[in-house]
């Protein structure tokens, strides 16, 4: 399999699954602005729209969308503790988590990349953002993890996505537990990994 991925941006879910599944991998870094890959590809003709995450497997087929590539990668693997057993209630808790996680603190923090948003609808993103927090705070402040005391895939795209807040002057230090959590993924060995292989 081979992992297309950019620095900084939600791709660190997916190698933190690969490398915490023990799966085997390459990494091909691609460059979100010119959409080339390293090897010297138009990235376009890999995933026509433009941006990472992106999965090739090992027959060619490319799959795209964070939380799919997620639930591809831990169904490599029988009886993983990343996420529950397909069709029991648990998935769904699980799809639940990474819908949220997706279109709510993902999908929230993206638009303040954009250099050129004005100020005003930064601070309604941000507004927004920090209404999630309230609701994840009290979450984390009961349970270690989104699904309960076990580290799993919802918490590898999370702990990305919520990294992003150091580039947006958001303090996650005004969460207590959501911070505790973003530390105690921090220092699990396979995300150390990722981000030496990245970075970051
Ligand atoms: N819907 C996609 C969005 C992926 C996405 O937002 N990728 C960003 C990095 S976090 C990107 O590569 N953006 C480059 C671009 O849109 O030009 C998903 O959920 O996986």
Known sequence: MKLYYAPVTCS???HIVLRELGLPFELVRV??????????????????KGYVAALELDDGTILTEGPAILLYLVDLVPHTDLAPPTASRERYRLQEWLAFVNSEIHAGLAP????SLPAAA???FRAKIRKRF???EGVLARQDYLMGERFGVADAY???VMDWCRLFAIDL????ALSRYSERIGA???VREARDAEGT
Do not use: V
Not at 36 to 42: E, K
Not at 112 to 115: E, I, S, T
Not at 173 to 176: E, F, L, Q, V
């Open 12 to 14: 660190l879910s997916p």
């Open 31 to 48: 460059d979100n602005r010119k959409k080339m890959t390293q090897d010297g590809r138009d990235f376009m003709t890999i995933n026509p």
């Open 112 to 115: 303040l990349f954009d250099a």
């Open 122 to 124: 930064g601070e309604r």
């Open 134 to 136: 309230d609701y994840l």
């Open 158 to 160: 999370l702990y990305t």
């Open 173 to 176: 230090a005004h969460w207590p």
């Open 188 to 190: 699990r060995p396979a």
